[in-house]
Structure formats: structure tokens, C-alpha cells
């Protein structure tokens, strides 16, 4: 019941999806609709995602100084954690799920709203494919907007470590600039920004998916 | 002309349309009234297209719509105009940019060609110069004109009115109506319009079908709703006291003039 259930919308999500893929009606309505999104989405979210990114850095910079004090592990490492962590894992996920909330309730609320007040009937019987023209910009915008967003967290986030660590004497301005710049492995920022675009692709379809079906 | 032929609507087990035929005509005001929950919306939604039937056509002229194709069903759709009951103007949007959406989206026009349309049909309407203005900022009589005026901003040959006058004062209401009626005889577009408002039956009621329970009680035009013996019509029509009194009052001049027009 449950996995019929959920072919059922799976199914009909990628009908939503493949439906807003047609070509749209007219270039310039859907990239000054994209243009739109992509402030709402990218400068609407600036403050919310720095604010959190610091906190993420200083907190780990300032728990792992914690668990490594007294231990043969030397102190540089702790500006080798925040970068790693805050690149492989808190940057995209924490931000994406502080965005999941603000973005996602945000077109939830924009498309719900609508429905509603009969909008997307209006433009159904002007002829314009709804999914195309409110579904899409969304999508693009935010597929675009979010990983920028997510690599500004990530830095946000060693800035943060260095702010909770440094200036506090937990080890030195050297140690963790040494920290920063070891094992760097490249890799890791492709992982973070293939995250961010899954993230940020879920994140824009499924609450539309949920008002405008 | 649209014709419906023997249309089937059901939601879960509930057959709310149950063989609807009928047809509306061209240059008139088509009137679908009927109780609340009798099934207009969903009639007129099945009309405009937005639901598909259970069974039955829907044809625009010599079309039937719901064998078309989604780039044929726009075609049409590019020739319809809607009103809606609360207007479902875009809110983060001018009057001037709501009524150029259609424009914006479909057509080719320069924007000095689409500005000089708008200001049209915002005179059409009566209200010119509120181009820069919310619709957070008009009333809500003035909203439904803004709504009329997207609907014809394309020039439509089909017009479909979901409730214009509900939420308006009697006065406002009557502007309406003889809004849609005169456009609906200047352009010879085919209208059709949900209503529950008496007024409008009885003003602007060219072709009127009554539903109840999911099919056509009754039908004829404004001058017959008077004469009708059909109990649903008058229940419906002249549901209060008052409304009956009047009724009384009417068809007993009616008779007065009859008899006097024989003694002559």
C-alpha cells in the first residue's frame, strides 16, 4: 500500500517535471521569473545561512579543541577538521536543510497561496503550463543560487572556527592557517557542490510538487 | 456556440454532473444558476476545461475539446476569457502588468502595442488610469473590471464568468452585468456565466439553465423565469417571502394589462 502509494507520486512527480521541461511560451517571462527566484532564494537566504555557518564553525573548531586537548594529536588538526567536515558534510547539509525549511515552506506557501486564490486556473485557462512557468524558475534558480550559497556557508564556517579558536587562544593564527591548507583533497568541493544541487533540487520540486498537483 | 453533450462528472463515488446536455450561444448571455452544491462550478470548470468529464464532450463550435492535444488545447484556450468569483488578479503584480500578462506570455507585440491594449480595455472597463495601482489598492468592484478587462485583453471569442457579482452591492453588481452584456454584444462572443444572482437572472438571463442535483431542472430565458410553473425554479428564484410577493404582485399586473389588452 505504501510503495503503491509512493510509485503513485513518484509517477506523477516526474509527469510534474517532465511537463514543466517543455519549451516555454516566451524565454524573457521565464528568465525574469528565474531572475525573480534567484533573489528571493539566494539574497533572501544570505543572512539566515551566514548566521548559522559561523556557529557551525565555531562549534566544531571549539568541540574538537576539546576532544584533542591532552592527546598526541597536534593542535593544527583542528583547522584541518572544520575545513574537511564543513566541506564534505555541514555546509551543504545543515544549509540545505535550514533552506528546506525558509525556501521550501517559502514556494510551498507562494503556489499554495495561489491555488487557493484560483491563480493557477487563471493562467491554466490563459494557456500558460503552470509547471513550466511556476515550477521551473524555481528549480533553475535555486539549482544555480543554493550551491553558491553552500560554498559562501562553507567559508563562512572556517571563518567561524578561526574566530572560535584563535582569538581564544585555543591554538594559534599559524596552527590554523597549517590546518586549512593541509590534505587538501579536491575532490571534496566537487562532493559538496553535487549535494547542494541534489539538495537544492529536492528542496524546490517537492513542496511544489505538494500545491500544484 | 459551445455545445455540451451528455456530460458525466464523479468525484470518489459522488456524481455531482449527471448527463448535462446543452448549448450556449453565440452573442448571448449563457446563465447557468443554480443552488450551492447543485454543481455550476463544476460545470462551468468542465466547460472551461480545467477538469476533464467522467463522459461527454464538450465542443467549441466544431471542436471537442477533450479529444484535443495539449498544443490544440491551448489554441483554444488562447480564445477564452475568464472571470473568476474572487478575481484571481496577481497580487505582486500592477493592474497594467495583470492585464498584460496574457500579452507578455502569448503575443509578439511591441510594448508600446500591448500598453496602448491596455489602457483599451482599462477605458472599456471604465478605469482608465489606474494602471500603476495593486489590486490591494482598488476595490473590490474595481478588481472584478480589472478581471474583465485580462479576460478580453486577447479579444476572446469565448467568455466564462465564474459568480462576477458575488460579494458586490446590488449597484455595483448591475454594472457588471451590463458590463459583460454589452461586451458580450459588442464582440458577439459566446458568454457564459455561473451565477446564484437574481438580478442578473433576471436583467441579463438570455439562455438560462437551472441545475439542481446534478442535472437541468429547467431552462429558458429571463422573460419566461416569471411565468414558469416549475416548483425547483420558483423555490429557487423566489426563495423568500418578499421575493414571492413581488412575484405575486408582477403576474397579477401581467394579468391586469392581458385583461385590458382584451376589453380593447
Known sequence: MLFSRFLYHFGRYLIMMGTGLARPEKGHMYYKETMRQMNDIGIGSLIIVGLISIFIGAVTAVQFAYQLDGTLVPQYYIGYIVRDSTIIELAPTITCLVLAGKVGSNIAAEIGGMR????????????????????????????????????????ISIIGGYAASVPTGLLSHVEFVQGVRSFFVERNIMLMFIKSVVFALILTSVPAYQDIT | MIRAENLFKTFDDHEVIRGISSEF????????????????????????????????????????????????????????????????????????????????????????????????????????????????????????????????????????????????????????????????????????????????????????????????????????????????????????????????????????????????
Open chain 2, 25 to 264: 450561444l453565440k452573442g448571448k448571455t449563457n446563465l447557468i444558476i443554480g443552488r450551492s452544491g447543485a454543481g455550476k462550478t463544476v460545470l462551468l470548470k468542465l466547460l472551461v476545461g480545467l477538469i476533464s468529464p467522467t463522459s461527454g464532450s464538450v465542443w467549441y463550435d466544431n471542436v471537442d475539446f477533450f479529444s484535443l492535444d495539449k498544443k490544440q488545447k491551448r489554441f483554444i484556450r488562447m480564445k477564452v476569457g475568464m472571470l473568476f468569483q474572487a478575481s484571481a488578479l496577481f497580487d505582486s503584480m500592477t493592474v497594467e502588468e495583470n492585464i498584460r500578462f496574457p500579452l507578455d506570455m502569448f503575443t509578439n507585440m511591441t510594448k508600446k502595442e500591448k500598453l496602448s491594449r491596455v489602457d483599451y480595455c482599462l477605458d472599456r472597463v471604465n478605469l482608465p488610469g489606474i494602471n500603476k495601482k495593486y489590486p490591494s489598492e482598488i476595490s473590490g468592484g474595481m478588481q472584478k473590471r480589472v478581471g474583465i478587462a485580462r479576460a478580453i485583453v486577447m479579444q476572446p471569442e469565448y467568455l466564462f464568468c465564474d459568480e462576477p457579482n458575488s460579494g458586490l452591492d446590488p449597484k455595483t453588481a448591475i454594472v457588471i452585468d451590463e458590463l459583460i452584456r454589452s461586451i458580450t454584444l459588442e464582440n458577439n462572443i459566446t458568454t457564459v456565466i455561473n451565477t446564484h444572482d437574481m438580478n442578473s437572472v433576471m436583467e441579463i438571463g438570455d439562455n438560462i439553465i437551472l441545475i439542481h442535483e446534478g442535472v437541468i431542472a429547467w431552462r429558458g430565458d429571463k422573460a419566461e423565469v416569471l411565468r414558469s410553473d416549475n416548483q425547483i425554479l420558483q423555490n429557487f428564484i423566489f426563495a423568500s417571502p418578499f421575493l414571492q410577493h413581488l412575484r405575486e404582485a408582477a403576474l397579477e399586473r401581467q394579468n391586469e394589462l392581458t385583461l385590458r389588452m382584451d376589453k380593447k
Open chain 1, 116 to 155: 487557493q486564490k484560483e491563480h493557477i486556473d487563471a493562467m491554466e485557462i490563459m494557456g500558460v503550463n503552470t509547471s513550466g512557468y511556476l515550477v521551473m524558475p524555481k528549480v533553475v534558480a535555486s539549482i544555480v543560487v543554493i550551491p553558491m550559497l553552500v560554498a559562501l556557508a562553507a567559508f
